[in-house]
């Protein structure tokens, strides 16, 4: 059974940093294209981001394009989130699963990992 461990997050000003890991047990991790997920309180999951097997490509929903980058590393099977410039509207949890690249916001497993929150202060 796939295991999905989210970390990284914390509490961060506007316009700071953070870099959330994804790491990936149960299954071969560079079989998958991999996606970012969140959830903020009282709203669905949206997809944050996406990447192909290998690294090559990658997709952003608008919200997050320009600021954040998502890379992964197949020899560690973990999946990495880069944000820069937070906002408070980027406040959610966030969780990775996996996805097929033409389809990126819909995740592939149904179990999910416990995710990492990032809450972002004004």
């Known amino acids: 059974q796939v295991q999905l461990v989210e970390s990284g997050g914390g509490l961060v000003q506007a316009g700071g940093s953070l870099r959330l890991s994804c790491a990936v047990s149960?299954?071969?991790?560079?079989?998958?294209?991999w996606s970012w997920f969140r959830q903020a309180p009282g709203k669905e999951r949206e997809f944050v981001a996406a990447?192909?097997?290998?690294?090559?490509?990658?997709y952003y929903a608008d919200s997050v394009k320009g600021r954040f980058t998502i890379s992964r590393d197949n020899a560690k099977s973990t999946m990495y989130l880069q944000m820069n410039s937070l906002k408070p509207e980027d406040t959610a949890v966030y969780y990775c699963?996996?996805?097929?690249?033409?389809?990126?916001?819909?995740?592939?497993?149904?179990?999910w990992g416990q995710g990492t929150q990032v809450t972002v202060s004004s």
């Open positions: 149960g299954r071969t991790f560079s079989d998958y294209a």
């Open positions: 990447i192909i097997w290998n690294g090559g490509s990658t």
């Open positions: 699963n996996a996805v097929n690249f033409a389809a990126p916001s819909r995740p592939m497993f149904r179990s």
